[in-house]
Nanobody, 125 residues
Framework: QVRLVESGGGLVQAGGSLTLSCTTS????????VGWFRQAPGKEREGVAS????????YYADSVKDRFTISRDNGRGIAYLQMNKLKPEDTAMYYC??????????????????WGQGTQVNVSS
């Protein structure tokens, strides 16, 4: 059974930092690309960042470029999202997802077949 479990969310002041973790089990982790998505109340799910299986390529949405960093530890089956200089508009539920498909040009939720339950990030002004 494939499982993805996010952790590390919480409440932080604007300008602060958080690191989210996505712990996986039940899949050959280094065969999968990992994506981070977020969804704020009343808004559509947004792709935030993705990383391919070999850690040779990453994608970032313009809204988080130069502030967020995605990484992964294939030996431990964990992916991370380091979030710096957080803004109130970063407030959302954050989800990690896994896919055998990867492109560095875009990030589509429909390409990802395995999802976690999410971790809430709240950024106060």
């Amino acid at each position: 059974q494939v499982r993805l479990v996010e952790s590390g969310g919480g409440l932080v002041q604007a300008g602060g930092s958080l690191t989210l973790s996505c712990t996986t089990s039940g899949l050959e982790f280094d065969d999968y690309a990992v994506g981070w998505f977020r969804q704020a109340p009343g808004k559509e799910r947004e792709g935030v960042a993705s990383i391919n299986w070999s850690v040779s390529s990453t994608y970032y949405a313009d809204s988080v470029k130069d502030r967020f960093t995605i990484s992964r530890d294939n030996g431990r089956g964990i992916a991370y999202l380091q979030m710096n200089k957080l803004k109130p508009e970063d407030t959302a539920m954050y989800y990690c997802a896994a896919s055998r498909y990867y492109t560095p040009w875009t990030l589509r939720a429909s390409d990802f077949g395995y999802w976690g339950q999410g971790t809430q990030v709240n950024v106060s002004s």
